[in-house]
């Protein structure tokens, strides 16, 4: 088994930056790859940024140039660095880690972005 907790969330103006992370606990040496998801408000959860051994990749359009993904292997902590935050940015924020065996979620950390 995997356990991850993000932590790191919260409200911030628009334009200031946060770091969320994701620490990673168990059996993290099954993990191949991992990644961060969002959900905002009523709508569908949708793939933020993606990092492997092999590669790092940020997949939404909307947050290129602004978030950037890392990954800490001897911590086992991922992190999703965010600036210029804008209020679309709003939503839970979640951890998923791909295993060889099967895929873990963490619970999320809500990240709110106010005017």
């Known amino acids: 088994q995997v356990q991850l907790v993000e932590s790191g969330g919260g409200t911030v103006q628009i334009g200031e930056s946060l770091r969320l992370s994701c620490a990673a606990s168990g059996r993290t040496f099954t993990i191949n790859t991992m990644d961060w998801y969002r959900q905002a408000p009523g709508k569908q959860r949708e793939l933020v940024a993606d990092?492997?051994?092999?590669?790092?990749?940020i997949l939404l359009d909307s947050v290129k140039g602004r978030f950037a993904i890392s990954r800490d292997n001897a911590e086992n902590i991922l992190y999703l660095q965010m600036t210029a935050l804008k209020p679309e940015d709003t939503a839970v924020y979640y951890c998923y880690a791909r295993a060889i065996d099967m895929n873990y979620w963490g619970k999320g950390t809500l990240v709110t972005v106010s005017a």
């Open positions: 990092i492997s051994s092999g590669s790092i990749s």
